[in-house]
């Protein structure tokens, strides 16, 4: 891939605007889980639920961003794309074991969503290896199983009643059982195309 401008020694560019996106949410990661270890007389609980769910949305947001500005304006990197994709999933695994320390989520959803990302990220790697990397790209179901994920995670790390009345734990509940059966889904798709190559029948 290349980027619309080129260094002096003729590669791409380390650092672009949707690289510093990237990098900027793989900071947020460590600020994520760490503001949740803060001690009460710090801030309150509910004040570190408020702090993880925006750190959380806004990296979701730059994850938008920095795809949709490297693909509008030519900057798509090596790099970029190698980062991208382990930001996103450093991102969520980091706030499932957050929100597992914290009784929010269910032990078997968070195995289920990690479990799947590992076992889709080997499988992804295998194809690139036989040269059918094709097979297994992105496709609509993913980025549904992603959405998904996006929306559940901030909902159960802001937790609290929203206004004082609506129940924003039993959204975000409901939501990630959602994300839980999405996930599943899409890993049985991705597997279900690449198994003729991984039967030797293709």
Same mark, same amino acid.
């Given at each position: ?21 990237? $990098? ?17 007389? $710090? ?30 304006? @030519? ?66 179901? @993913? ?15 802001? $937790? ?43």
């Amino acid at each position: 891939m290349n980027s619309a401008k080129e260094t002096a020694a003729g590669g791409p560019p380390l650092f672009n605007v949707p690289m510093v996106l990237t $990098w900027a949410r793989i900071a947020m990661i460590p600020m994520v889980v760490g503001v949740f270890y803060l001690p009460d007389p $710090w801030m309150p609980m509910h004040w570190r639920n408020i702090a993880g769910g925006a750190l959380f949305t806004l990296a979701a947001v730059t994850d938008a961003v920095d795809g949709w500005y490297a693909r509008r304006y @030519g900057q798509i990197t090596p790099l970029g794309a190698f980062l991208d994709p382990v930001a996103d999933k450093l991102m969520v695994c980091a706030a499932l074991v957050v929100l597992l320390s914290l009784d929010r989520v269910d032990g078997f959803v968070a195995l289920v969503i990690i479990g799947r990302e590992i076992a889709v990220s080997a499988l992804r790697e295998w194809m690139a290896q036989i040269g059918a990397a094709s097979n297994v790209a992105v496709n609509w179901l @993913g980025k549904a199983k992603t959405v998904a994920q996006m929306i559940a995670i901030p909902v159960l790390l802001f $937790w609290d009643p929203l206004f004082g009345v609506i129940p924003v734990a039993a959204i975000g509940t409901v939501l990630i059982y959602v994300a839980a059966v999405l996930t599943v889904y899409s890993m049985l798709y991705y597997l279900r195309l690449a198994w003729p190559h991984l039967t030797g029948r293709e």
